[in-house]
């Protein structure tokens, strides 16, 4: 079962908000209903309605179902919505007024033992919405359970098209027999109508089919249904709902997707204005997503950037990819980072070229990939890797070898009976592992920050390297939570850095040519990036003082191996 988990509601709160400003969409349907109990609430500034005696609950609720409360309550767990759960013991249909549109559905379970004894490994259910069938014969423990590392909860997220002359999304859950179904909160939130489906046409960002390459992908968005299984903000942290463009997506970091030793490097400008435009208008993702990034850096003809993902079988897959330059002293015009893009091995994109598309550095866009995951050959449906790669396009000599993504979505299609569900996993019990709080586990502690040795190709014809070095600005990048020390007792004030260190640099270069033809070893100049600390007083950012692991720009812009075959006078 593909999951998209939240992993941050109980921390929200504990954030101190940036930014206010108005968020770039506002829905024009937002509900929350908090599943069994009739109080209403407010978690992070959002009102849930209790969906006892509601005007959304079916008049025998109470003959079909029963308000239940969780007999354990996981640290990572808010009150709201998990602590209550409406437990479902026969065809229970929860009605929804909407005007017509796509909308988000998010269900929220939190699969634990419930007052009356119903015992979390014995529910399994069936969710329809509008005649889509959702999930099957599901369970939500299972689903956890074979999360790595294992979560306490989930959300899932579906894109649902309500259609012209309906106004109204039916969402109906059914218990498998001798069975019970529940859910612990459900969240119903309009999106632009054209943000996910109908932003296709030939000139306009042409939806390929990874599969042959020679035939676009048509679909008819009117009657497809999207299940959200992944959203990243690819070489930055998490965006918590409340930092979204008004619709409360949740962003997540991309490090435990990425696969192998090379991770290549994050990079992220600060200071970058994000420039939308009418093909990619403020709403499609937070500025946060493209201002940050991830890039190839050393090596980076050697080994592809990878992310693998666990996704079902025998279903259609919609790949959106995130893409902005921010470097706009290195990388202003065509031809200097391009790259192949790989999607399960085959050639999505032979030559992408952020600038070529957009026209400049800070101007954003997005591509759309679909990928058909097939069943395994004379075998049952189940859990595939979907690999996406990217590796510098030497054909098109561009002046750097390198790659960068900046944010990342991933959608399952429904299947041409109209169905988003797929298996149970195949979960091998063992002695409880307690689900750990999310934010400490998020990553190996240190991990992605591990670079130490940086790398500056020199191409911009020699002087550039110190103008480059006077470029970089210390930037602060948000270790936030989740890094932070398991064994704190103050895990809650999550907002401490895990590294208090900051890094000073010191550079050592040497300025050698590379031999012709290939490109420039990066000996042309070495950036040894020590870990001694610094104080950073004069950080701009530094408003927290524990808030101080700065780290060079160099870091981020350190990654651009040259390619000599260009010369850009
Ligand atoms: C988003 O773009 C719309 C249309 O261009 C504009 O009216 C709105 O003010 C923008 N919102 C934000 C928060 O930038
Ligand atoms: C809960 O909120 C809804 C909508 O804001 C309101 O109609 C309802 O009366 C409230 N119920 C209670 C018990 O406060
Ligand atoms: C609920 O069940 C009771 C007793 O079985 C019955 O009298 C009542 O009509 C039912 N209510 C609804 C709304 O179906
Ligand atoms: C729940 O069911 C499982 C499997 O049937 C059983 O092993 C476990 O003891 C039950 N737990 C409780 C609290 O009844
Ligand atoms: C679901 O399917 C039934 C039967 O085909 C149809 O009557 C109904 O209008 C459909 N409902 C929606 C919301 O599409
Ligand atoms: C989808 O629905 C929209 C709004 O009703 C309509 O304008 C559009 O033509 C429809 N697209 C197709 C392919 O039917
Ligand atoms: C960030 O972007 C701004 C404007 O787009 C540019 O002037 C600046 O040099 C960039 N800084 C870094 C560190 O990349
Ligand atoms: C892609 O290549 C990797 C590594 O060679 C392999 O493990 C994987 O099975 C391949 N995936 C597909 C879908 O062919
Ligand atoms: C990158 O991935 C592609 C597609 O799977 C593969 O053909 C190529 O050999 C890989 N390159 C490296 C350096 O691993
Ligand atoms: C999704 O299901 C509907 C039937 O409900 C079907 O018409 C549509 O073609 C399906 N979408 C895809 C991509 O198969
Ligand atoms: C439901 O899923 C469970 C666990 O995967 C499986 O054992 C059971 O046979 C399934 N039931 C049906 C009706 O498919």
Redo the contacts with the bound molecule.
């Keep these: 079962m593909s999951t998209f988990v939240f992993y941050l509601p109980f921390l929200l709160n504990l954030f101190i908000v940036t930014a206010a400003d108005t968020p770039a969409y506002t829905p024009t349907d937002h509900i929350l209903l908090n599943c069994g109990t009739s109080l209403n609430s407010t978690l992070d500034g959002r009102n849930w309605m209790g969906d006892n005696l509601n005007k959304f609950s079916p008049n025998n609720l109470a003959n079909i179902s029963s308000a239940a409360t969780a007999t354990e309550q996981h640290p990572s767990v808010t009150q709201v919505p998990y602590l209550t759960a409406r437990i479902i013991h026969s065809q229970f249909s929860y009605n929804f007024p909407v005007s017509p549109g796509k909308k988000f559905l998010r269900l929220y379970f939190y699969p634990v033992s419930y007052t009356g004894g119903f015992n979390k490994t014995e529910s399994f259910f069936t969710v329809t919405a509008n005649?889509?069938t959702l999930l099957s014969n599901f369970s939500a423990f299972l689903a956890v359970s074979a999360e790595k590392p294992p979560v306490a909860y989930l959300v899932k997220e579906f894109i649902i098209n309500i259609v012209q002359d309906n106004h109204f999304l039916n969402v109906i859950f059914l218990p498998s027999s001798n069975s019970y179904a529940f859910v612990n909160g459900i969240e119903v939130v309009s999106t632009p109508d054209n943000l996910y489906m109908g932003t296709h046409d030939l000139n306009n960002n042409p939806l390929k089919f990874v599969n042959n390459l020679n035939n676009l992908f048509e679909?008819?968005e009117n009657?497809?249904?999207f299940e959200t299984l992944y959203r990243l903000n690819v070489g930055g942290n998490d965006v918590s709902v409340k930092d979204d463009t008004g619709m409360f997506r949740e962003w997540r970091l991309d490090d435990s997707f990425l696969s192998g030793g090379d991770i290549g490097n994050p990079l992220s400008n600060d200071t970058m204005i994000v420039e939308y435009t009418s093909q990619t208008p403020n709403y499609t993702a937070p500025a946060i997503v493209y201002t940050t990034a991830r890039a190839m850096g050393k090596y980076s003809d050697k080994f592809n950037l990878t992310w693998i993902f666990s996704v079902d079988s025998g279903f259609?897959y919609l790949l959106r990819l995130h893409f902005c330059e921010m470097m706009p002293y290195l990388i202003n015009s065509p031809n200097q980072r391009v790259f192949t893009i790989f999607i399960n091995n085959r050639t999505a994109e032979p030559q992408a070229d952020v600038i070529l598309w957009t026209g400049g550095s800070g101007i954003p866009i997005f591509r759309d990939f679909v990928v058909l995951v097939p069943n395994p050959t004379g075998g049952r449906p189940a859990k595939q890797d979907l690999f996406l790669a990217l590796h510098p396009a030497k054909d098109a000599n561009p002046v750097y070898l390198d790659a960068i993504l900046n944010g990342l979505e991933i959608f399952k299609?429904?299947?041409?009976?109209?169905s988003l569900a797929g298996t149970n996993p195949e979960v091998v019990l063992d002695p409880p592992s307690p689900a750990v709080n999310p934010g400490s586990n998020k990553k190996k502690s240190g991990g992605r920050s591990g670079i130490h040795f940086a790398v500056i190709g020199g191409v911009v014809g020699g002087v550039a390297v110190i103008l480059i070095l006077l470029g970089f600005v210390i930037s602060r990048r948000r270790r936030g939570w989740k890094d932070f020390d398991n064994n704190s007792t103050n895990t809650k004030s999550s907002w401490a850095p895990l590294s208090t260190r900051s890094r000073s640099t010191r550079t050592s270069a040497s300025a050698e040519k590379g031999e012709g033809g290939g490109r420039l070893p990066f000996s042309s100049l070495f950036v040894m990036v020590g870990t001694t600390t610094e104080d950073d007083t004069d950080n701009e950012f530094s408003e927290s003082s524990e808030e101080a692991e700065a780290e060079a720009a160099l870091l981020k812009s350190n990654s651009l191996t040259t390619s000599t075959a260009t010369s850009r006078s």
Aim: glycine content about 8%; proline content about 0%.
């Design positions: 005649n889509y679909f008819d009657k497809t249904a259609l299609l429904n299947s041409s009976d109209g």
